[in-house]
């Protein structure tokens, strides 16, 4: 089967660089993603990697390692609105289409 | 460019009563998925459609749920004899097959939800 582990909680100051770390267990591994959810809110996709390396995109970056069945975001020049959940999933051979999310991480961007 | 959108937001029954829902995902988009959310968790899948054919279903669907994509268009997720059990966010998201097509190419867009509250 699949498990994913990501930390349930990371506070960080405003204007500082947060890593979330995301691993995963898994067979047939497609791809990892990495989406963003407020309070209340539709699930945002942010990044997708299927290839080993750092994928940026403005002041959010995914890095996937897959030998070692880790990935991480990070988020730089952090701000007030980055404050909400973030999720890492996967896909694989046996979920096909259906993405497997892990518990999420909750951000608290503090001033 | 409209996103997808679910239909109630809210909905607040009693325990064994029927409750539908609606999606529309985005215009174009051949394949749509229902996923449920309860407090602290990340969405677990319940089902797929590619047009209007059902492909994946999971474990978490009981018989009480039943799902269609009609004309391949909106789609409609029914829970028949609600349990408190039930209550969760269900998100529908909405896809459209890429050029290289398989999964790895797939990127889910998401509505906004719908809270079921089951008394």
């Known amino acids: 089967g699949q498990s994913l582990e990501q930390p349930s909680e990371v506070t960080a100051v405003e204007g500082a660089i947060v890593q979330i770390n995301c691993t995963y267990q898994t067979s047939g591994f497609y791809g990892l993603s990495w989406y963003q959810q407020h309070d209340g809110g539709a699930p945002t996709f942010l990044s997708y990697n299927a290839l080993d390396g750092l994928e940026e995109t403005g002041r959010f970056s995914s890095f996937l390692s897959r030998s070692d069945s880790y990935g991480y975001l990070l988020l730089q020049e952090l701000q007030m609105k980055d404050s909400a959940s973030y999720f890492c999933?996967?896909?694989?051979?046996?979920?096909?289409?259906?993405?497997?999310f892990g518990k999420g991480t909750s951000l608290l961007v503090t001033p | 460019d409209t996103g997808v959108s679910q239909n109630p937001r809210h909905k607040i029954t009693k325990r064994g009563q029927n409750v539908t829902f609606r999606c529309d995902p985005i215009?174009?988009?051949?394949?749509l998925y229902w996923y449920r959310q309860t407090l602290g968790q990340g969405p677990e899948f319940l089902t797929y459609?590619?047009?209007?054919?059902?492909?994946?279903k999971s474990r978490l669907l009981s018989d009480r749920f039943s799902a269609e994509r009609p004309k391949g268009s909106f789609s409609t997720l029914e829970i028949q004899r609600t349990e408190q059990g039930d209550s969760a966010m269900y998100l529908c998201?909405?896809?459209?097959?890429?050029?290289?097509?398989?999964?790895?190419?797939?990127?889910?867009?998401f509505g906004p939800g719908t809270r079921l509250t089951v008394l």
């Open positions: 998201a909405s896809s459209k097959s890429g050029l290289a097509g398989g999964p790895g190419t797939d990127t889910q867009y």
């Open positions: 215009s174009e988009h051949n394949r």
């Open positions: 459609f590619q047009n209007e054919a059902q492909l994946e």
């Open positions: 999933a996967v896909r694989d051979v046996y979920s096909g289409y259906a993405l497997n």
